[in-house]
């Protein structure tokens, strides 16, 4: 029985021969996604702005525009309702004025009193304090930040600090874009974001090392073969494994955000962008800062 391959075994792709067309493409990106993040900004979930949440489940389905009018006669300042994956499910925040803990639950009981004949069932409430949820995103960062040092220490250690700078530059162009994906699509950004950042940067960094052993392997094998035939011989001996595992990740992928309900499909989504980036990143542009700093081969002969 013959096998199926995505890829064929031995390719001879001119990967950094075609590094000029890839810089463009990833500036363009990195670009509008810093357009769009200035420009639109993250709808940035309870977790981090703070505030009140609550999910409801009506009776019947009903126009958003007329749970509108009824919330907007209430004392709980701005709402935002959208639906939640049924058009009789809704989720209903605001930010209320006042003291935090009493206004946040005053205003619950007023929504619940308004809305008490329409609704079925309050399904969830969840309250963030203003102070709590500047609290989380200086948190966040920190996790974001303390995760790419370490896994760039961890790559300087492994090979040499070409490497690492390499593999850094590559990971943050991954998350920039998965950044710029959350403001154009407008998906809550809140402590699952977090996460899926940092399962991206876990990812990504693995098909670079991945490819960076490969390049240390043909540096100490191909002595006076030039460094860019070395770099494009490493990149084509492991696209087989980068595409394989890149595609069955999305075929999961793929099939949560389908089948998974509204809960994990907004994760997902994003897994989706960021698993398509880290690979694009991978094979194009993680050894493209080896090309114009490159290592020496007496150290790559030490390592």
Known sequence: MKLLKLV???????????????????CVLLLASAGLL??????????????????????KPEPIADIRATLEA??????????????????????P?????????????AVKEALADRVKDFRRTEMVGPSI???????????IGLALLLLMVYIWLRFEWQFSIGA???????????????????????LSSIAALLTIAGYSINDTVVIYDRVREDIRRFKSTSFIDILNFAVNHTLSRTVMTSVTTLIALVSLAVFGG???QDFAL???????????SSVFLAVLFLLYAEPKRADMDNA
């Open 38 to 59: 200035v420009t639109r900004g993250l709808n940035l979930g309870i977790d981090f702005a703070g505030g009140v949440l609550l999910e409801v489940e009506l009776q």
């Open 8 to 26: 064929p075994a031995e390719t001879n792709i001119n990967f950094l021969g075609m590094r000029r067309v890839a810089m463009v493409i990833s």
């Open 74 to 95: 209430l004392p709980i300042g701005e709402t935002t309702i959208q639906e939640f994956g049924a058009s009789e499910i809704l989720l209903l925040r605001f930010v």
């Open 270 to 280: 994003a897994l989706i962008v960021g698993v398509i980036a880290g690979t694009y």
């Open 133 to 143: 949820g500047a609290e989380l995103q200086i948190q966040a960062l920190e996790a």
């Open 97 to 109: 004025e006042g003291t935090e803990s009493n206004a946040a639950q005053m205003g619950i009981t």
């Open 168 to 190: 850094i530059l590559a990971l943050g162009h991954d998350i920039i874009l998965m950044l710029g994906f959350y403001a154009l699509s407008g998906i809550e950004f809140n």
């Open 262 to 264: 509204s809960i994990i």
